[in-house]
């Protein structure tokens, strides 16, 4: 049942939202998040056998003390929103729960037992990508049920191409500091198709800290072929293609000042996590840290930061690099908690140790 589970979340990991469960006309489960909670589920009774083990691994602390802080500024919220008004947050925060909870799920179970099922997640993932950009570049139809529409970007089964984008960079950055230069190099294409410049970003930084540390020059010159892509790309209308844009520039400023506004108001335990929809209609804040900031707190954003810091500590060179993307991407976007991204920083967090 457990193997079943396991195969059946990696398998399904790529397909995104092809696979959405919608509930009524604005509620959407990915199939993803039911998988996942189906195998927290039923991996609790192996979990706390093993709870021994688990103690002693680095992360246990911090991810049950940042889930402690995360579920208390919902509570807290309670007296002002009432039982039903958290209900929606308390959705998100059992999403949050069960994903980084899989960690230790997945630490009991060897993981790396699933390896082929990984490499093929991967290569089904970035197989959809390309097809969605030769075969249908104007995603435009994609608004009609609720998301932003796209032209001749690569969206993948994201439906995104920031996030995919964030995918693209981190694995791309893993493979190439893990000794798989020509598949890091393969990732390049569809990352550059993505035409996302968080994604640039959070690949450029982490490959120039992986070049000096290695002293492998020569990676300096990978920025100039991704930009080759990006040139010779075809580019017949649309802003999302023009990487002078300035629109989501401004709307990123204005998104983290009013997270920082809201921060301020409560600066101990936030607003409650993800409950800014339920007090301001908005549907989020454009950057991972001060979504924690607003939401948790600045002991849930400190209980984070703890967070990460021991999975620097514990982590080799390539998961650390990987995580480095990622944590770049999410200056721009609210990387780290979309599902699939939390998901995969997961399986990062256990593929090994340093």
């Known amino acids: 049942m457990i193997d079943l589970l396991i195969k059946s979340c990696l398998l ?3 397909l ?3 696979l959405d469960v919608r509930v009524g006309d604005s509620f959407i489960i990915p199939l993803l998040d039911i998988l996942a909670s189906t195998l927290l589920f039923s991996s609790i009774p192996r979990i706390i056998k093993s709870i021994k083990v688990i103690k002693k691994d680095p992360l246990f602390l911090p991810i ?3 889930l402690t802080i995360s579920a208390l500024s919902l509570l807290l919220r309670i007296p002002d ?3 039903a008004g958290i209900i929606r947050p308390s959705l998100y925060l059992l999403r949050l729960i069960t994903y980084l909870s899989l960690y230790f799920t997945f630490k009991v179970y060897h993981l790396k037992k699933y390896t082929d099922h990984l490499k093929l997640s991967v290569v089904i993932f970035v197989i959809f990508g390309l097809i969605q950009y030769l075969f249908s570049p104007n995603m435009s139809f994609i608004k009609y049920i609720g998301f932003d529409d796209h032209f001749y970007r690569l969206i993948g089964t994201l439906l995104d191409p920031n996030f995919t984008g964030a995918i693209l960079a981190s694995l791309s950055i893993f493979l190439i500091s893990s000794g798989y230069l020509k598949l890091g190099l393969v990732l390049l294409i569809p990352l550059a ?3 996302s410049r968080a994604s640039y970003i959070s690949y450029f930084l982490p490959l120039f800290t992986y070049s000096l540390i290695k002293k492998k020059y020569l990676l300096f010159i990978l920025p100039a072929l991704l930009g080759l ?3 010779f790309a075809p580019k017949p209308f649309g802003e999302g293609v023009n990487l002078f844009r300035t629109f989501s520039i401004f709307s990123r400023i204005g998104s983290a000042q009013q997270g920082l506004t809201f921060f301020v108001q409560r600066p101990i335990f936030g607003w409650g996590y993800n409950t800014l929809i339920t007090d301001t209609g908005r549907v989020g804040i454009d950057n991972s840290y001060i979504f924690l900031l607003a939401t948790t707190g600045i002991l849930g954003f400190v209980s984070f930061i703890i967070f ?4 620097f500590m514990c982590k080799t060179l390539p998961v650390r ?3 480095m993307s990622i944590l770049v991407h999410a200056m721009f976007n609210n990387t780290i908690f979309f599902p699939w991204i939390l998901a995969f920083v997961v399986i990062l967090l256990v593929k090994d140790e340093k």
């Open 12 to 14: 399904v990991w790529p």
């Open 16 to 18: 995104g939202h092809f």
């Open 321 to 323: 690099l990987a995580l």
């Open 229 to 231: 892509v990006v040139l």
């Open 64 to 66: 049950i003390f940042f």
């Open 193 to 195: 198709l993505t035409f």
């Open 308 to 311: 990460l810091i021991k999975a």
């Open 81 to 83: 929103l009432g039982f």
